[in-house]
């Protein structure tokens, strides 16, 4: 069997982490309650000095320090730009300005994301991205980086020109004839598709493949609110992964699917909005480094399902989950750890490389789109219902209990 194409690489901390890791810790837990978004700023501003510390030459890769994964060192390092860059673009699409001053060192974000959009795409640099095949991880790293040049559509795809777009969109094109495993991976080309149709871009194969592969996915839904997810079944990819998606789905074009989307929205929060609590949730299935992602569904609930959660109770869950693993470590050397709490690689599964757990950052990349919408850094936090009583609720269609004490 030949190795994994870059598994010996070692990546070492940049110089100065220790103080960096201590400054958000200490930042991020303050309990003063009128620092809501300076907190949230600062947990901003820490993973955009990895992305910068981290970065190749030109920006299109980022090498954190970590286990590789099966993919092999480049693709791990395709998804340390893919998985940082719709934060940067909801940051942006938000208002909150290009120009950062973290530590003294001033960044013009627009400029960093041109810059790796551009080398990641080109076929002539060493950092070109590469071709993208059947069943291929570059698939559902493509639907991040169309994603957030959709979200950033205002500020970034400006700054590109009409040979750099071109060659955006064929990169991004090479998901229509690829094939993708049957399961939540069918949602990435539809992602990647109809965002490329937000930008303006048309294709007459676009509207065909989309149609396809979204009747093709719905007939694992269950009900409820949950589908099942092959071949693992029912886990928290129903969270970070597909109703994330279904959410840009609607959010991209309002009139893609609407009733179902917001319906199965509504269905699922009834039931998972009992799931968190000041000593985090469940630990449950694949991939559960990418666990604060998991509270993603409470911030885009508050668009598509505000009867269910209000704004207040979503805050309420994204800072206690945030609280809760930054108190436990699980930011180191400028990034994310491979663990449920800090770096522990007897939970990481074979496809989770170094940067795959920065998925942990869709409920971020969720809360700082919804600023737009609703000003969530200005609310006073519902309290959970945890926090309220004891409970204990069914879900017939999955064939799950949950059942929660106030007391402990």
């Not at 871009?201 to 676009?206: A, L, M």
């Not at 109703?243 to 309002?254: A, E």
């Not at 991939?287 to 269910?308: E, N, Q």
């Amino acid at each position: 069997m030949l190795p994994v194409a870059g598994w010996s690489r070692y990546i070492r901390p940049f110089d100065g982490y220790k103080q960096i890791d201590a400054k958000i810790k200490e930042t991020f837990l303050a309990n003063n309650s009128n620092l809501t978004f300076s907190r949230y700023k600062a947990l901003f501003e820490y993973f955009t000095l990895g992305f910068i510390k981290y970065r190749s030459l030109h920006g299109a890769l980022v090498y954190y320090p970590g286990a590789g994964s099966e993919h092999g060192a480049k693709v791990d390092a395709l998804e340390g730009f893919a998985r940082f860059f719709p934060l940067a673009a909801t940051w942006l699409s938000s208002g909150y300005g290009n120009i950062l001053d973290i530590n003294g060192e001033v960044i013009d974000l627009i400029q960093l994301l041109h810059q790796s959009m551009v080398a990641g795409t080109d076929i002539q640099n060493p950092e070109y991205w590469g071709k993208i095949r059947r069943r291929d991880q570059r698939i559902v790293e493509a639907a991040d980086i169309a994603l957030g040049l959709w979200i950033s559509r205002e500020y970034l795809w400006p700054t590109f020109s009409h040979q750099e777009r071109q060659a955006i969109v064929t990169w991004l094109e090479q998901v229509i004839d690829q094939k993708v495993y049957d399961n939540n991976w069918l949602l990435f080309p539809i992602i990647t598709l109809k965002s490329l149709q937000g930008l303006g871009i048309s294709n007459q194969k676009y509207d065909q493949v989309i149609k396809e592969k979204y009747q093709q996915y719905k007939q694992y839904y269950i009900g409820e609110g949950w589908f099942y997810d092959p071949p693992k079944g029912v886990d928290y990819y129903n969270a970070w992964a597909i109703h994330y998606s279904l959410f840009w789905l609607d959010q991209i074009d309002s009139q893609f699917d609407p009733d179902f989307i917001r319906t199965t929205h509504q269905e699922f929060l009834k039931f998972y909005r009992y799931f968190f609590s000041s000593n985090g949730f469940p630990v449950m299935g694949r991939s559960i480094c990418y666990r604060m992602a998991a509270v993603a569904p409470m911030l885009t609930g508050t668009l598509l399902a505000p009867k269910v959660v209000s704004p207040n109770l979503a805050y309420r869950a994204l800072d206690l989950t945030w609280r809760f693993f930054v108190k436990q470590n699980a930011l180191q050397y400028g990034t994310v750890t491979q663990g449920y709490c800090c770096s522990d690689l007897s939970t990481l599964d074979i496809y989770s490389g170094a940067s795959s757990c920065l998925w942990s950052l869709r409920s971020l990349i969720a809360a700082f789109y919804i600023d737009k919408f609703i000003p969530i850094w200005n609310l006073s936090p519902e309290k959970l219902p945890i926090e309220v009583s004891d409970y204990s609720l069914t879900n017939q269609s999955i064939g799950w209990i949950i059942k929660g004490k106030h007391s402990t």
